[in-house]
């Protein structure tokens, strides 16, 4: 497997910012969607922002928790998916898992923790 890298986690107060980024070591075809996942002790894990290929454009899609206030984005050459996360809150603290699917398999990046200071 080809694996997504993924940095820009850390520790950060109520109300802060962080912007994740997740890119491949090689490119990769056939996209169809990118997508941020996270998974917070206790609790089940679920997609918070996906982009998904949709006609001649993307669309994007936010789990109700965090609209508003994450955003998901790419680069020009599509090689590298952020995500923008503002007014962070407490239970926003997780591990953060970015994945790209493609038409053959998933693409999974390592985790990165995000802890919000209480």
């Known amino acids: 497997q080809v694996p997504l890298v993924e940095s820009g986690g850390g520790l950060v107060q109520p109300g802060g910012s962080l912007r994740l980024s997740c890119a491949a070591s090689?490119?990769?075809?056939?996209?169809?969607?990118m997508g941020w996942y996270r998974q917070a002790p206790g609790k089940e894990r679920e997609l918070v922002a996906a982009?998904?290929?949709?006609?001649?454009?993307?669309?994007?899609d936010y789990a109700d928790s965090v609209k508003g206030r994450f955003t998901i984005s790419k680069d020009n050459a599509e090689n590298t998916v952020y995500l923008q996360m503002n007014n962070l809150k407490p239970e926003d603290t997780a591990v953060y898992y970015c994945?790209?699917?493609?038409?053959?398999?998933?693409?999974w990046g390592q985790g990165t923790q995000v802890t919000v200071s209480s």
């Open positions: 994945k790209w699917a493609t038409v053959d398999r998933d693409y």
């Open positions: 982009i998904i290929t949709a006609g001649t454009a993307s669309t994007t």
């Open positions: 090689r490119s990769i075809s056939s996209i169809y969607a």
